[in-house]
């Protein structure tokens, strides 16, 4: 029997490219999102079989508590839980918008989906694999360069929330070790997908390209092999760890 991949975010550049990724790799796929029929439009073409497309909102307690409890009874247990849902929110201009114009209900609707949408996703996964544990057990969260860099053009709620999964990711770690789950995380830098493409247009590429020491923007490919590794055997000594997907633009 395939291991069962759930995948948050499912329908987006970067959800779509992990989710393609994983089942060619020979998990089965609960392929999710907020649009219920772009997700099950995806689990129809991923190759192989057993996928299957489901609605979620991940900043709705009820829903993930629920989403997640059905997958479980309905589908299969998760073997591994990969949050890749999120929100940027910009300006009319496509452009950041500053600290002193941030209105509360901006910043408190990035955070209910990047941050506690995370967090709502991981405790639900480890109250599962605490009654129900699994022999290959992973979670992984998404964080991003911004969190890491103070971001130059997401916005201080994108940011702050993208900081907040990397000490998540740390104290989840901890706390599912005993429980044989392991908890890690990616951060993006500047991948071609359409949450990039709300601030940067493509004739600019070269030149931020020139930025980069790999000359490149990142594919969404580049971020489903990451995640392909965390899902796999490969990663089982590896917990509470952050894998920068950047072409070089962080360096430690």
Do not use: C
Not at 172 to 190: F, H, K, S
């Amino acid at each position: 029997m395939a291991l069962l991949a759930f995948v948050t975010g499912a329908a987006g550049g970067i959800g779509n490219a992990v989710a393609t990724r994983l089942a060619k790799d020979g998990f089965r796929v609960a392929a999710s999102d907020l649009d219920a029929e772009r997700a099950e439009q995806l689990a129809a073409t991923l190759p192989g079989a057993g996928h299957v497309g489901l609605a979620l909102d991940v900043s709705d307690e009820n829903a993930v508590v629920d989403g997640l409890a059905r997958v479980e009874r309905e589908i299969a247990p998760v073997n591994v839980m990969v949050a890749a849902a999120g929100l940027l929110i910009l300006d009319e201009n496509g452009q950041r918008r500053p600290i002193i114009e941030t209105a509360v209900d901006e910043w408190e609707r990035t955070q209910r989906v990047n941050s506690t949408g995370t967090f709502l996703l991981i405790r639900e996964y480890l109250r599962h694999r605490a009654s129900a544990p699994l022999p290959h057990a992973r979670f992984i969260a998404f964080s991003s360069v911004a969190a890491q860099l103070g971001g130059y053009r997401s916005s201080s709620a994108y940011i702050a929330s993208k900081s907040a999964v990397l000490g998540l990711v740390k104290a989840a770690a901890r706390e599912a070790a005993p429980i044989g789950v392991t908890v890690n995380a990616v951060a993006p830098g500047l991948i071609d997908a359409p949450m990039l493409r709300l601030s940067l247009d493509p004739s600019n590429d070269s030149e931020i390209a020139r930025s980069i020491p790999l000359n490149r923007i990142g594919t969404p490919d580049d971020v489903a092999g990451a995640v392909a590794f965390l899902a796999g055997p490969d990663s089982a000594y590896l917990t509470g760890a952050t894998i920068d997907i950047n072409g070089g633009y962080r360096m430690q």
